[in-house]
């Protein structure tokens, strides 16, 4: 059975970090992709990042955070930086089997059941 657990998010002020994790079991996350997503309540689900045979991330986020993972820990993580409150959203990673990445969240497999990031002004 495959699971993802994400951990790490909370509330910060505007300009502060978090590094959420995503901790897999029943997949190895070696030589799959792995993807970030965000939602806020009303709105479509976004695209975040993605570490895969390549790394990707929105321009919304580019340059501030990044995506990385620890194979041996079987887990990935999202380093947020500089964060805004427009950032403020419920934060998922997903696993495609395949190491091709993909900006479309309809391409992954599997999904964690989020983690809230809360960015105060």
């Known amino acids: 059975q495959v699971q993802l657990v994400e951990s790490g998010g909370g509330l910060v002020q505007a300009g502060g970090s978090l590094r959420l994790s995503c901790a897999a079991s029943?997949?190895?996350?070696?030589?799959?992709?792995m993807g970030w997503f965000r939602q806020t309540p009303g709105k479509e689900r976004e695209f975040v990042g993605v570490?895969?045979?390549?790394?990707a991330y929105a321009d919304s986020v580019k340059g501030r955070f990044t995506i990385s993972r620890d194979n041996a820990k079987n887990t990935g993580y999202l380093q947020m930086n500089s964060l805004k409150p427009e950032d403020t959203a419920v934060y998922y990673c997903?696993?495609?089997?395949?190491?091709?990445?993909?900006?479309?969240?309809?391409?992954?497999?599997?999904w964690g059941q989020g983690t809230q990031v809360t960015v105060s002004s």
């Open positions: 997903a696993i495609r089997l395949s190491s091709s990445p993909s900006t479309s969240g309809t391409a992954y497999d599997y």
């Open positions: 570490f895969g045979a390549y790394t």
């Open positions: 029943g997949v190895t996350i070696r030589s799959r992709a």
